[in-house]
């Protein structure tokens, strides 16, 4: 009896020329993913054209969020204008006082915006985050969560004691509407 082999998830992604070398490319490349490398994209960002998301990746040490220098911030915010669904990676092997500070700097200045931020601590994090979340947004796996959601709602309903008691009152209560109506 054969098993019945998962087949691999696999998408293209485009990445920002500047993270050429870097190992998450690297990573994505070996797991067979189209990696396609662009000038035109934001540094730092990799983009799945079929799930509509966006990542940008920020490592601690090397960007700076202080009063003076706001170039990282501003580099933020024309990516999250370009990308609707934008997720910014905080990458530090740590996450410590200074991360937590420029967590906190980030989220005062995109407050209600479309930003979602996920601090990571190693690619594997990173790599894991990115596809999970590319993943789930992609259109037949959409579908998929989508069905599997409403048969979970549908199951819990038709077993909750809960549904059953608030069922019971309904009719209790219509019971007593029409025999007071009479």
């Known amino acids: 009896m054969a098993v019945k082999e998962k087949a691999k998830w696999a998408t293209t992604i485009i990445i920002s020329s500047s993270l050429l070398n870097h190992e998450v490319a690297t990573a994505l490349s070996r797991q067979n993913h189209r990696v396609r490398y662009s000038d035109s994209v934001h540094e730092g960002s990799i983009i799945f054209s079929l799930s509509g998301v966006a990542f940008m990746l ?8 202080n009063g003076e220098d706001t170039t990282f911030l501003d580099r933020l915010e024309k990516f999250m204008n370009i990308h609707r669904n934008s997720f910014l990676l905080l ?11 420029i967590l906190f700097r980030i989220q005062q200045r995109f407050f209600g915006r479309n930003l979602r931020i996920i601090p990571v601590h190693n690619t594997s994090d990173t790599i894991r985050s990115i596809l999970t ?3 789930a947004t992609c259109k037949p796996y959409v579908d998929s969560i989508r069905h599997r959601m409403v048969m979970a709602r549908a199951q819990i309903l038709e077993r909750s004691p809960v549904w059953e008691m608030l069922q019971e ?3 209790n209560v219509e019971a007593a509407a029409v025999t007071t109506c009479s």
């Not at 920020?58 to 969020?65: F, I, M």
């Not at 530090?92 to 500070?101: I, K, L, P, V």
């Open 133 to 135: 979340i590319a993943k």
């Open 169 to 171: 009152l309904k009719f």
């Open 91 to 101: 990458v530090a092997a740590f996450h410590g006082q200074t991360e937590r500070e």
């Open 58 to 65: 920020a490592d601690t040490q090397k960007e700076s969020v």
